[in-house]
């Protein structure tokens, strides 16, 4: 099994920042692309950043500019760092990582972590 935990999120005023962080562990052999989604109160999951395990990235229009995604491959683990957050910004954010374990090396599956709230004030 693969366990996704994030961290880092909370409340804070618009403009400021926050940084998120996601440690996938358990019984990994490869992640391939990782990436933050979010659910608002009423609205759709959607993509906010994704990076690829070769580092591209790719990001959601409302947040370029403002959210960068990064990588450690060697801890597993997924960033992100959010800067002039704003209101529209406030919601459920999500890590998901496409990993293989030991007994399935060449089977990607998507896993998820349980969430973590960013208020933002205005």
């Known amino acids: 099994q693969v366990q996704l935990v994030e961290s880092g999120g909370g409340l804070v005023q618009a403009g400021g920042s926050l940084r998120l962080s996601c440690a996938a562990s358990?019984?990994?052999?490869?992640?391939?692309?990782m990436a933050w989604y979010r659910q608002a109160p009423g609205k759709q999951r959607e993509l906010v950043a994704a990076?690829?395990?070769?580092?591209?990235?790719e990001y959601a229009d409302s947040v370029k500019g403002r959210f960068t995604i990064s990588r450690d491959n060697a801890k597993n683990t997924v960033y992100l760092q959010m800067d002039s957050l704003q209101p529209e910004d406030t919601a459920v954010y999500y890590c998901?990582?496409?990993?293989?374990?030991?007994?399935?090396?060449?089977?990607?599956?998507?896993?998820w972590g349980q969430g973590t709230q960013v208020t933002v004030s205005s």
């Open positions: 358990g019984s990994i052999f490869s992640i391939n692309g």
């Open positions: 990076v690829a395990s070769g580092g591209s990235t």
């Open positions: 998901n990582a496409h990993t293989s374990t030991v007994s399935a090396t060449r089977v990607y599956m998507p896993y």
